[in-house]
């Protein structure tokens, strides 16, 4: 059990420009989430893949942000156009099974700075 | 809807001391609870859990929390702080019921440990 790595843990980029952020979750859980969260907050969900499939997108902030699961196994999320608002670190999550009581695994989040 | 509130945005205990941090939920179903921990710059990781078996639960690092239904409360506590037990703890819930594993965080309380 490697964990959920993400990558990269740091990125800082001028606004209006795009970023991607990649996750591996631990091996064999089918379910992958992302997570956006703010100084002083608590993590906020955006979305998740039961598989390949993207189960829920509706908190997805805006249309600047989308992710992907093409084959089940890594993720992406892109933010294109980005804002100072943006700025935030990016959590990675990960499940095993459908219960909701299952426990999710984070990894260590990618921060991201707008400037 | 489901939320969690912590009372406390810090607190401040001596080492040996009790730690006791507060979790207030509301669920329209019954919960599942969870307690995370995060060290600084990092991602989190799960102190315990609460899925409707025993109400008593007992985590990693001597926490532990109760679970009252009468009082909508999910307490972490520790008999006695350490220094490394320092850091921002959440409280979240999901839904008992449907297959999304949604947690929503509360917003933290930084407990720091004083010698």
């Known amino acids: 059990d490697t964990g959920v790595s993400q990558n990269p843990r740091h990125k800082i980029t001028k606004r209006g420009q795009n970023v991607t952020f990649r996750c591996d979750p631990i091996?064999?859980?089918?379910?992958l989430y992302w997570y956006r969260q703010t100084l002083g907050q608590g993590p906020e969900f955006l979305t998740y893949?039961?598989?390949?499939?993207?189960?829920?997108k509706s908190r997805l902030l805006s249309d600047r942000f989308s992710a992907e699961r093409p084959k089940g196994s890594f993720s992406t999320l892109e933010i294109q156009r980005t804002e100072q608002g943006d700025s935030a670190m990016y959590l990675c999550?990960?499940?095993?099974?459908?219960?909701?009581?299952?426990?999710?695994?984070f990894g260590e989040g990618s921060w991201l700075t707008v400037v | 809807a489901q939320s969690v509130t912590q009372l406390g945005s810090h607190v401040s205990v001596s080492e040996g001391a009790l730690v006791l941090l507060r979790c207030n939920y509301s669920?329209?179903?019954?919960?599942?609870l969870f307690w995370y921990v995060q060290y600084p710059n990092q991602g989190l990781q799960l102190l315990l859990k609460?899925?409707?078996?025993?109400?008593l639960v007992k985590g990693i690092n001597g926490f532990e929390a109760e679970f009252k239904k009468s009082e909508t409360s999910f307490h972490l506590t520790k008999p006695s702080a350490h220094m490394s037990d320092a850091a921002e703890y959440f409280c979240?819930?999901?839904?008992?019921?449907?297959?999304?594993?949604?947690?929503?965080f509360g917003t933290g309380t930084r407990l720091q440990v004083t010698l």
């Open positions: 091996s064999e859980h089918n379910r």
């Open positions: 609460y899925t409707s078996a025993a109400t």
């Open positions: 893949f039961q598989n390949e499939a993207q189960l829920e």
């Open positions: 669920s329209s179903v019954p919960p599942y």
């Open positions: 979240a819930v999901s839904e008992m019921t449907g297959s999304a594993s949604k947690l929503t």
């Open positions: 999550a990960s499940s095993l099974g459908v219960g909701s009581g299952n426990t999710i695994y």
